[in-house]
Every structure is written in structure tokens, then in C-alpha cells.
């Protein structure tokens, strides 16, 4: 158990609706972090923050956002889904820039 | 973002030392190298990591060339557990870990 938790575990909607993935970082840990792998993919790096403050962004489309609350929790929001959008979604959460700590993901299937 | 070159796979035999490459040819000198893996339908972990000197900890070995172009994570005595896809990444400074796509290590019974 990394200490990271997400949630839901599983996630089945349709195409064009929004869904709210939530992630608690390990005790203590400021920074989270948002990946992305779909089926034999490898991990895509979304987006980073860093106590509240964007800090890094990847291949994040627009039609996703997310944000780290004041009690550090993050949520990766995604709208408009498309079936290409199944996909592993994946938190991390780390001390500083220091070594991360993952979650056990989110597994999101879009019908 | 600097990046990393590894094999898409490799076999080794249960109770074997597994050696799986990485090359790094643009690495910069504050460039720490990390080694995560995934088992199977899990999220990565941390294996080790390292800037200059070689490492060891309980669950494996990194050795780092001389020149940092390229570094070899050893697992001493492979498991049916060890089965998983290795990842070699290069952190910066710009808090982004961009992960290749890895080594699937498949291990022999």
C-alpha cells in the first residue's frame, strides 16, 4: 500500500459526459501528480501540482482539468469524453519533486 | 525533456541475475536517473535511483557508466514476482517524470 489512495476504483459512462477523479496524496506529501495509460500504453504525464499551484503540465488535452485543493487533495476532471478516453488514470504523490508514490488507479471506460 | 532508450522486452530464468539496460545519451549533469516498475494491473513503483555512483538496496542494484550515458538496473536473483515492466526515467529540475515505455520483463519458471 503506496498510501495514496483514488477513487472511484472503476468508472463506466458514455461518450460527451463529464466525470470527477479524485485523488488523496500520501500524509505529509505536497506535490500530486496526474498520468494517463491506456491499454498497452505507457504512462502519459497530464499535469503536476505543487501545494495548491500548477506546477508542470504535459500531453493534457482541454477538455481535462484539474486542481489540488487547500487539504491537498487533487481532482482530474474530463469532459466531453470520447471512447479514447478509457483509459488507467493514474496519481502519484511525492514529498517535493522527490520520488513518487502511486495510486492504484482509476480505470475509466467511456461506451 | 531528456529521454531514455530501453529494450521493449526481455526473459530471464527464475533465480537468475536479470541486467536491463537503459540509454540516456542526452542526459544533463544534474539529471538524477529513477527506476520504477509496474506489476501487473497496479500503479508503478519505486525500484531505485541514482546520479553518479553506483546504488543498491533491498530490491536491486543500479550501476551507472562512467560517462552517465547509460545505466543497467540489476535485479541479483529474479522472481516469478520481479515479472513487470521496468521504466528508466531522467528527472530534472522541471518536476515532470516522462516515462518511455519500459522493458517487460517476462521471467521463467
Known amino acids: 500500500d503506496s498510501g495514496v489512495t483514488q477513487t472511484p476504483k472503476h468508472l463506466i459512462t458514455a461518450t460527451g459526459q463529464r466525470v470527477t477523479l479524485r485523488c488523496s496524496p500520501r500524509?505529509?506529501?505536497?506535490?500530486v501528480y496526474w498520468y494517463q495509460q491506456s491499454l498497452d500504453q505507457g504512462l502519459q504525464f497530464l499535469i503536476q501540482?505543487?501545494?495548491?499551484?500548477?506546477?508542470a503540465k504535459g500531453n493534457i488535452l482541454e477538455r481535462f482539468s484539474a486542481q489540488q485543493f487547500p487539504d491537498l487533495h487533487s481532482e482530474l476532471n474530463l469532459s466531453s469524453l470520447e471512447l479514447g478516453d478509457s483509459a488507467l488514470y493514474f496519481c502519484?504523490?511525492?514529498?517535493?519533486?522527490?520520488?513518487?508514490?502511486f495510486g492504484p488507479g482509476t480505470r475509466l471506460l467511456v461506451l | 525533456d531528456a529521454k531514455t532508450t530501453q529494450p521493449n522486452s526481455m526473459e530471464s530464468n527464475e533465480e537468475e541475475p536479470v541486467h536491463l539496460p537503459c540509454n540516456h545519451s542526452?542526459?544533463?549533469?544534474?539529471?538524477?536517473i529513477h527506476w520504477y516498475r509496474q506489476l501487473p494491473s497496479q500503479g508503478p513503483e519505486y525500484v531505485i535511483h541514482?546520479?553518479?555512483s553506483n546504488v543498491n538496496n533491498r530490491m536491486a542494484s543500479l550501476a551507472i557508466a562512467e560517462d552517465r550515458k547509460s545505466s543497467t538496473l540489476i535485479l541479483h536473483r529474479a522472481t516469478l514476482r520481479d515479472a513487470a515492466v521496468y521504466y528508466c526515467?531522467?528527472?530534472?529540475?522541471?518536476?515532470?517524470?516522462?516515462f518511455g515505455t519500459g522493458t517487460r520483463l517476462k521471467v521463467l519458471a
Open positions: 542526452t542526459i544533463s549533469g544534474t539529471d538524477y
Open positions: 500524509s505529509g506529501d505536497l506535490s
Open positions: 501540482y505543487y501545494n495548491g499551484e500548477e506546477r
Open positions: 502519484a504523490s511525492s514529498v517535493a519533486g522527490g520520488l513518487m508514490y
Open positions: 526515467i531522467l528527472r530534472d529540475g522541471s518536476y515532470k517524470y516522462i
Open positions: 541514482g546520479l553518479t
